[in-house]
């Protein structure tokens, strides 16, 4: 088994669970490359609760930015679970059967987006058995992390009233109808969208003719083509410390035609009756996740599949997150957790060695 590690001398080692978001380095606004003279545009914009950048070289695309808006708006109209006419809402809120065909959804798109990340997230599920499930959202919602305005909890374990909601074995889809075996089954595709989204935009611009391009949403990543002529894009992994800003970055790698995701506990927290409660759930214990696992970076060719394996890491914790990596196919990993001793420490799997570059400059 090839692995790399890093020891990081951090003056404070980190104790709590972090996480370390992926940084696409990008500028604001259009610009030229000075080696290459190759024209370079940006487009920014807010979704899922956070930011998203496009970077892409070549001809000017004058109605892209109107076209990624549109196209991003429709996928929340299935997924989010903050609009509440959403497809995944209107599940969510009906106790029995659901019928897909009678949405509006399915009429103009056969609830194409709603499917794919149902199948997608029913596919992590049972390869990473169970630790990865879509049905959390009873328990994100208790913990204060949900769409419902909860008050945040303290305490050990959640109520066995809904603890026995969440398990992918009492939901089912078959010819566009959703049934639940117990009622207030809930989903949630909140480890998988963003990811989802980010490939979304991808087949966009490959639609478009556009071939080199660098897409960001909330620190999901997809790289294709070059920056310019022999120049990759650049991707960095933030210093593991809270509060730490996102040009804090311990690794960078150039990346051709590959989706990166992170996931961890740094930014999304609280804390209650003196204990840290993170956003990360584990599915099996019902309650906030706690273990060595700081972050998660998880290389694949979409970003979606890197988006929820880097969610189950941070269940799995290490050394299990290392070895269910290794395991599957076409994906690669980087993994920062907390030795016994407070020591930081860096082990990615045999593909991902390239992040041990030397910093480059933006």
């Not at 979606?304 to 599957?328: N, Q, R, S």
Request: hydrophobic share 35%; with cysteine; proline share 4%.
């Amino acid at each position: 088994m090839n692995t790399f590690v890093i020891y990081l001398p951090l003056m404070n080692p980190i104790r709590n669970i972090l996480i370390l978001s992926i940084v696409a380095w990008m500028w604001a606004g259009a610009c030229t490359d000075r080696q290459q003279d190759i024209p370079m545009h940006i487009l920014r914009g807010k979704t899922m609760g956070t930011y998203y950048q496009i970077k892409y070289t070549g001809p000017l695309k004058a109605h892209m930015g109107a076209m990624v808006n549109k196209l991003l708006a429709e996928l929340n109209s299935e997924v989010s679970t903050y609009i509440k006419t959403s497809v995944i809402s209107r599940i969510n809120q009906n106790p029995g059967e659901f019928d897909l065909t009678k949405t509006q959804a399915f009429k103009k798109r056969k609830c194409r987006y709603f499917i794919e990340n149902y199948r997608l997230a029913d596919s992590i599920y049972r390869l990473s058995d169970g630790d990865f499930d879509p049905t959390i959202m009873p328990l994100v919602n208790y913990w204060g992390f949900g769409y419902s305005k909860r008050e945040r909890r303290t305490g050990t374990i959640a109520p066995d009233s809904i603890r026995r909601l969440v398990g992918m074995d009492k939901i089912a889809l078959r010819n566009f109808v959703i049934t639940k075996s117990v009622d207030g089954v809930q989903l949630d595709f909140s480890a998988v969208a963003k990811g989802y989204g980010v490939d979304l935009i991808g087949r966009l611009l490959e639609q478009q003719g556009i071939q080199d391009f660098l897409i960001d949403i909330g620190g999901e990543v997809l790289a294709k083509g070059e920056k310019a002529k022999g120049s990759p894009w650049l991707v960095g992994i933030n210093t593991p410390k809270e509060n730490s800003r996102l040009s804090d970055i311990v690794l960078t790698a150039p990346v051709r035609d590959a989706a990166i995701a992170t996931s961890g506990n740094y930014r999304n927290y609280y804390r209650a009756g003196g204990r840290k409660y993170s956003h990360t759930i584990n599915p099996k214990t019902g309650v906030p996740e706690r273990n060595n696992l700081l972050s998660a970076s998880i290389w694949a060719k979409n970003c979606a599949l890197a988006d929820a394996l880097a969610t189950t890491c941070m269940v799995k914790g290490m050394p299990e997150a290392y070895d269910f990596i290794t395991k599957t196919k076409g994906v690669e990993g980087c993994f920062i957790y907390n030795l016994p001793s407070g020591r930081d420490t860096i082990v990615t799997t045999r593909g991902f060695e390239y992040f041990h570059s030397a910093k480059q400059k933006k």
